[in-house]
C-alpha cells in the first residue's frame, strides 16, 4: 500500500496565483485532514472531512478551499496566493485516532 | 477544553542516555493520547498512544509512555537515545471529535554522539 501520497512535494508561487495540492490516500479511510506546519508553531487544521461529500472547516480555512468527492482524494486549494501561506502543508488519514500522515507539501509564496 | 502543552521546545541528550521528553494535557473526560515523530523532510509518524486502557505504554523503537492522571501528564521516555531519534516529536490530545486533534509545538531531540 501507498498510504497517504501528496502531490507536489515543492512550488514556488507568485503573489495572487492559485494550484492545487493533491492528497490520494488508499486505506479507505474515511477521515481526512490537511495541516499546515510552522517553524516553531506545530500542526494546525486547515480542513477535514469525515467522509465523500463532507467537509469542514479547523482552525485556520482562509484562503483555503476543499472537496471531497471520492473517499480516496482530498484535494487543497489555495486561491489568490499571500506570503502568509508560505508553509509545510500535510494531508492525513485516520484510523481510530491514529493519523497517518503523506511526507509534505513545501508551498512558498513570493 | 482539551489542550496539550510541551515543556520543552528542545532538548539534547548524549547516545546512550536517557530521554525524557515532557507533555502535559487538559481534558474535561478522559483522554486520549498520542506522541508522533517526525524526522527531518518526513511526515509525522505515530509513536504510541493511550486510550485508558494501561497508564504505561509502550511504542515503537524503545519508546514509552506513563499516563499520570494526578499529574495530568503523558511524558514519553527512553531509556538509552540512539543517534537516529534526532527528530522532532509532537504530543497529541484528542479532543472527541474527529476535527480536533490538539497538537503539541513539538520538542526537537538532539542526540550528540
Known amino acids: 500500500n501507498a498510504g497517504v501520497t501528496q502531490t507536489p512535494k515543492f512550488r514556488i508561487l507568485k503573489i495572487g496565483q492559485s494550484m492545487t495540492l493533491q492528497c490520494t490516500q488508499d486505506m479507505n479511510h474515511n477521515y481526512m485532514y490537511w495541516y499546515r506546519q510552522d517553524p516553531g508553531m506545530g500542526l494546525k487544521l486547515i480542513y477535514y472531512s469525515v467522509g465523500a461529500g463532507i467537509t469542514d472547516k479547523g482552525e485556520v480555512p482562509n484562503g483555503y478551499n476543499v472537496s471531497r468527492s471520492t473517499t480516496e482524494d482530498f484535494p487543497l486549494r489555495l486561491e489568490l496566493a499571500a506570503p502568509s501561506q508560505t508553509s509545510v502543508y500535510f494531508c492525513?488519514?485516520?484510523?481510530?485516532?491514529?493519523?497517518?500522515f503523506g511526507e509534505g507539501s513545501r508551498l512558498t509564496v513570493l | 477544553a482539551q489542550s496539550v502543552t510541551q515543556l520543552d521546545s528542545h532538548v539534547s541528550v548524549s547516545e546512550g542516555t536517557p530521554v525524557l521528553l515532557r507533555c502535559n494535557y487538559s481534558?474535561?473526560?478522559?483522554?486520549?493520547l498520542f506522541w508522533y515523530v517526525q524526522h527531518p523532510n518526513k511526515g509525522l509518524q505515530l509513536l504510541l498512544k493511550y486510550t485508558s486502557a494501561a497508564t504505561l505504554v509502550k511504542g515503537i523503537n524503545g519508546f514509552e509512555a506513563e499516563f499520570k492522571k494526578s499529574e495530568t501528564s503523558f511524558h514519553l521516555t527512553k531509556p538509552s537515545a540512539h543517534m537516529s531519534d534526532a527528530a522532532e516529536y509532537f504530543c497529541?490530545?484528542?479532543?472527541?471529535?474527529?476535527?480536533?486533534?490538539?497538537f503539541g509545538k513539538g520538542t526537537k531531540l538532539s542526540v550528540k554522539p
Open positions: 492525513a488519514s485516520s484510523r481510530s485516532g491514529e493519523l497517518f
Open positions: 497529541v490530545n484528542y479532543g472527541g471529535s474527529q476535527g480536533n486533534l490538539i
Open positions: 481534558s474535561s473526560y478522559s483522554p486520549s
